[in-house]
């Protein structure tokens, strides 16, 4: 059921929908076995999630937070500034478990960014952003590049808006057993690109270049496994996944 609805109902609509069935879902789920960090909230257990294969507690019912969100949340309070200095940020495709939480920090000049989503409160093209050059200290642009047929502008756009000194954390789906991106872009039919891509709406499959393309593009690249700060017993409580990288951009 979660499969079909996903492969359905396009994600803007997800997004409005999603906030009527949250509070409901934190009560019937609550208990002590998983902890959501963005929030500090505990559940019996999470959702599952997943365009092709699901996975077991991947959704938090509070936030809405998936594995990479609750381990870039962890990232982002423990090892940034982000939540303690002055800064202008930007966020591309803003994910509902970070929108509200970054909208109260009075540190943060927040702009969200975006074709469709109804979050966004700037409409418009990653590839042509309608922004000066060294506009913003940080930068977040988390699985949308897989999106993005001409990724390469994409990333030239984001280098060129963030400052000097700046920023970005650009996560996308890897594949690190493959060296190479994978890119076709003939095939357009939905379920091609499912079944190749992993999800109807992404147009590659990005190998370990990815870090390579980023540094291409003028970035210097850390490749961070943050998972490693954790002990098993926290993998398991907050639902993080091991070897998730997070690239963490400056300029």
Known sequence: MIKL????????FLIKFSFIFQPLLSILLSGDKFTDPIDGKSFRKFLSYGYNKLRKNALSPSTL???????LWLYLKNETVLF????????FAPEQAFYKRFKKLRNIQYDTIDINSPLAKIKADICDLPIKENTYDFILCNHVLEHVLDDNKAMSELYRV???????IFQVPIDMKREKTF???????????????????????????????????????????????FSDKEILKFSIIRGEIIPVCTK
Request: glycine share 8%.
């Open 5 to 12: 609805i996903l492969k359905i109902f396009p994600r803007t």
């Open 84 to 91: 303690e200095k002055k800064i202008k940020l930007l966020h």
């Open 183 to 229: 890119q076709d872009d003939s095939i357009t039919d939905k379920l091609e690109r499912n079944k190749i891509f992993g999800q109807y709406d992404h147009v590659r499959v990005y190998g370990k270049d990815y870090f390579k393309k980023l540094e291409d593009t003028g970035f210097k690249v850390q490749q961070i496994d943050y998972s490693k700060k």
């Open 162 to 168: 963030l400052k000097k000194g700046g920023t970005g």
């Open 65 to 71: 937070s998936l594995e990479r969100h609750r381990l």
